[in-house]
């Protein structure tokens, strides 16, 4: 068994067994970095980072992992601006270039499903660094590494995510991934901010307990929207918000990620009700966990830094020996310790059926002309196909 020449787009494109191998290893990478052990497992490999949007932790941490495993990259920052983009090149042949030039690619892309179609045009392995709204997964690599450090086991865990769950993409690889592993998800997020529909169809599929709130306050009012876990009289009596705050494991936190939604949309958002501060972190948990990929803007108060709770930044500090994990397991450098592997769900492509399109304005099938559009079956629903490059759905007939 070989993670070898793979990509990684999607959480979904790794079993379980994979990411515990993935997360097992990233111990033993943070166990010899802690210990300033040298790791040569790359040598004379090239990593090319091509980031077409703004990153602070996720380029620089695969930067830092490819030099601790004593490999060479190449970092390629602005490529909206600096790469042959600018003048019209598409990303296929871009790829189609970088391929030859490097070992692993990670590339960051603000168009939904654009690091899949990278991949569709790559021998070597291409790995999301985020592609527009969509997914986010080594994020969700080092989140659920986070979780286990910090909490010990992620299965039956109750995970707050809280923000804009819409546009944000690590919560959209996180929650599907907390949901493979049995951990129950509270999501607290303005109207029009939810997660996704493609998102809520897949937790559904994993029959995941998932509860949801509009804001910090509707926790303790009539008014939430609730799925799948009917409240009973009992939950609606008078702090039930501090009640529901104690059974929360793991409070995540995400900012607006105003690059993707028009001004207006936001005008009506009480910031207030999407923030931790030292009020609300007196209510949590004494053993809490207060994540958050960053950067943070004001949803998360600084005085919350202080507290032992606050793991946001050993969170970011994960992200090296995960990604270390990540290109010595790709790279085929390193084997995974994975005993059975469970077979691999086959997914049915539709190649472009006439006459449909994806309808996320944002897919990169909309974008990129020479793309044409490609439709998974969805499971249990003969009538709804899911866009192959970003998830979103379409109803036909
Ligand atoms: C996130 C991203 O880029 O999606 N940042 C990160 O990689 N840690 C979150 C964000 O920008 O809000």
Known sequence: MTLSGRHLISINDFSNEEIAAVLELAEEMNIALTKRKRLLLCEGRELYTIFYEPSTRTRSSFETAMHRLGGTVVSHAEAQVTSSVAKGETIADTVRVLEKYADIIVMRHPLDGSTRLASDYSSVPIISGGDGAHEHPTQTLLDLYTIRKE?????????????????????????????????EITCIAPPGFELPDHVRDTLKGYKCKLTEYKSLEDMSSEGSLVLHQPRSKKDHQEGFMDFLLQSLDVLYFTRLQRERFAVRDATNIDQESYRINKQLLAKSRSDAVIMHPLPRINELAYEVDQDKRAAYFRQAGYGVPVRMALIALLLGTVEPKIEEQAKRPTVRIIEGPSGIACPNERCVTNKEKYVSSKFCKVSGNPKVLKCYYCDWMVKTG
């Open 151 to 183: 909490t010990g086991e992620i299965k039956g865990k109750n995970v707050a995510l809280c923000g804009d769950l819409r546009h944000g993409r690590t919560v959209h690889s996180l929650a599907m991934a907390l949901a493979r592993f049995g951990a």
